[in-house]
């Protein structure tokens, strides 16, 4: 089999996103995957990667290090060694394949494909134009399956495009014994994050309702997970990483959740979401992908297609506007209803 780079540089969440076509690409090459820092522990979690690479990327990540030639020159001398035959630069719309395929070049890559809007000149070899031979306005594991395809990598026959990660580990010791419900309060930037006031609130009804509650969150929320996890939920904050996170969202009944890498692990497994979206970026683009879902948050809000980090708007309507109540009802809509289809809102 060839060898075959494929990039995704930033999130957890972005490179989950990015299973399906790691999948196609797999089904034709060995894979390795070059991420950044916080995609890395997702890319081991995607069927078909053989070696994950790590890489923090001055012109990617939201909290960037420096340019530094000595950093650039270890990427290089890294991906160079490792002889690949292709690369496969997955972006979302607001990113660009250039600066990246510089370094690919420089590192002896013969073929190189992604997304531009900008002339590539010789860095790639294979461009999807976004708006013209690329839709924009599809979900994220589409448009980069739509890249994998036209670098030569259609999805394998029997595959359906849903997230998958590998198989779980064993988290008994996590979770009850009973049906319980996951409420993960926490979002990579606060923009995304639903009032933890409120998540304490929908916590207690979800308890009351007879819906024992595991709260989850990284080593940095454990303040955060103990406040909305209160006195009746169980807080599990600090004590998963992304493969035990995997093994307690797929013994939930139901995940409450933004829009972060937990709500695309989620989906991964194939857990119901309810999806607290703040409409920052497009939902059509990042909502739970292909699982039984119900999204809250208004869609409309002056914030829309801000990509804003921190709320624009005084008191973050978007999603304050979400009653606990209306968490319960949906919690209690995904559980009773298996007829829920994978785009309801």
Do not use: K
Not at 8 to 23: E, H, I, K, M
Not at 108 to 117: E, F, K, L, T
Not at 188 to 216: C, D, F, I, N, Y
């Amino acid at each position: 089999m060839s060898r075959a780079l494929v990039v995704r540089l930033d999130g957890a969440g972005d490179v989950l996103l990015a299973g399906p076509a790691v999948r196609a690409i797999a089904a034709r090459a060995s894979v390795t995957m070059l991420c950044g820092p916080a995609g890395a522990p997702a890319a081991r979690l995607l069927p078909g990667v053989d070696e994950v690479l790590t890489w923090a990327c001055p012109w990617v990540l939201g909290d960037p290090p420096p340019l530094r030639p000595e950093d650039f020159a270890e990427v290089v001398a890294t991906i160079a060694a490792r002889r690949f035959d292709e690369a496969v630069v997955l972006t979302s719309f607001h990113q660009s394949p250039l600066p990246t395929a510089v370094a690919l070049r420089l590192a002896g890559v013969r073929r190189i494909s992604g997304a531009s809007v900008d002339y590539p000149g010789s860095l790639l070899d294979v461009r999807l134009r976004p708006g013209e031979t690329l839709d924009e306005d599809q979900p994220e594991p589409e448009r980069m399956l739509a890249i994998a395809r036209a670098a030569g990598f259609p999805a394998p026959p029997g595959d359906d495009g849903a997230l998958a990660v590998r198989r779980p580990p064993d988290v008994a010791h996590l979770r009850p014994a009973g049906p319980y419900v996951v409420v993960h309060p926490g979002a990579a930037v606060p923009a995304r994050r639903w009032p933890a006031p409120l998540a304490a609130q929908a916590v207690e009804l979800l308890v009351a309702a007879g819906r024992p509650v595991l709260v989850t969150g990284g080593p940095d929320e454990r303040a955060l997970t103990a406040e909305v996890a209160g006195r009746r939920g169980t807080d599990l904050g600090g004590r998963t990483g992304l493969a035990e996170l995997a093994g307690v969202l797929a013994g939930a009944s139901a995940v409450v959740v933004g829009n972060t890498a937990a709500a695309h692990l989620a989906a991964a497994v194939g857990t119901p979401v309810v999806s607290l979206f703040a409409p920052v970026v497009p939902a059509v683009r990042w909502r739970p992908h292909r699982v039984p879902q119900v999204l809250l948050g208004d869609q409309g809000a002056p914030c829309r297609d801000t990509r804003a980090r921190e709320c624009p708007v005084p008191g973050h309507p978007c999603l304050a506007g979400v009653r606990p109540t209306d968490v319960l009802a949906a919690v209690e809509q995904l559980i009773d209803d298996p007829e829920v289809p994978a785009c309801a809102s």
